[in-house]
């Protein structure tokens, strides 16, 4: 089992970056596919970016690609999610998410295997 902890959220202006950390317990972080969620106020969660094991493949939603970037430290056992040229309708409280088995679907949030309890991002306009 893998617990998460998200960090790195909070109040920033259109335009503006953050950067989202991850951070994973347990000695086998390498093991788990991870990916970053989304949910605004009334809308349902949606998917933002997921990472293979190694880091060796990554993949967007159209809505944040060419400017957010999933990366992902082994070592640490952290993932990271940067936010740069931020819109107001990215305000949302963000999860992030380990997938164990290998076999899913990045954007599935279902197929995800274990959760945090999110970070909340507003960016004003």
């Known amino acids: 089992q893998v617990q998460l902890v998200e960090s790195g959220g909070g109040l920033v202006q259109a335009g503006g970056s953050l950067r989202l950390s991850c951070a994973a317990s347990g000695r086998t972080f390498s093991a788990y596919a991870m990916g970053w969620f989304r949910q605004a106020p009334g809308k349902e969660r949606e998917f933002v970016a997921a990472?293979?094991?190694?880091?060796?493949?990554?993949y967007y939603a159209d809505s944040v690609k060419g400017r957010f970037t999933i990366s992902r430290d082994n070592a640490k056992n952290t993932v990271y999610l940067q936010m740069n040229s931020l819109k107001p309708e990215d305000t949302a409280v963000y999860y992030c998410?380990?997938?164990?088995?290998?076999?899913?679907?990045?954007?599935?949030?279902?197929?995800?295997?274990?959760w945090g309890q999110g970070t909340q991002v507003i960016v004003s306009s």
């Open positions: 990472i293979s094991r190694s880091g060796g493949s990554t």
């Open positions: 998410a380990a997938e164990r088995s290998g076999v899913y679907s990045p954007s599935r949030g279902g197929d995800y295997d274990y």
